[in-house]
């Protein structure tokens, strides 16, 4: 099974940055598609962005221009870079895994807190 390991959240001011780093293991393949989630408090969780193994990328409209989602592929790696961060940002931060043909999202990690104050 793929494990994936959360790495970069903390507290921020508003307008700050963070980047998060999700590290992926147990023969995970480069051509499967990967994403970030986050929960917000009290709500469900919610789609980010998402990287396909060809490159593909998606954002969600609440954080386009300010998030971006890049992968190294050869050190099964993929990032969350956060630039003008804002409050409604606060939320746990989870990166997923899944077979591009499929729907489900079947790796999680264990999410990392970013807080923006």
């Known amino acids: 099974d793929v494990q994936l390991v959360e790495s970069g959240g903390g507290s921020v001011q508003a307008g700050g940055s963070l980047r998060l780093s999700c590290a992926a293991s147990g023969y995970p393949y480069s051509s499967d598609c990967m994403g970030w989630f986050r929960r917000l408090p009290g709500q469900e969780r919610e789609g980010v962005a998402a990287i396909a193994g060809d490159g593909r990328i998606n954002y969600a409209d609440s954080v386009k221009g300010r998030f971006t989602i890049s992968r190294d592929g050869a050190k099964n790696i993929i990032a969350l870079q956060m630039d003008s961060l804002k409050p409604e940002d606060t939320a746990t931060y989870y990166c997923?895994?899944?077979?591009?043909?499929?729907?489900?999202?079947?790796?999680w990690g264990q999410g990392t807190q970013v807080t923006v104050s």
């Open positions: 997923a895994r899944r077979f591009c043909g499929v729907p489900k999202w079947t790796s």
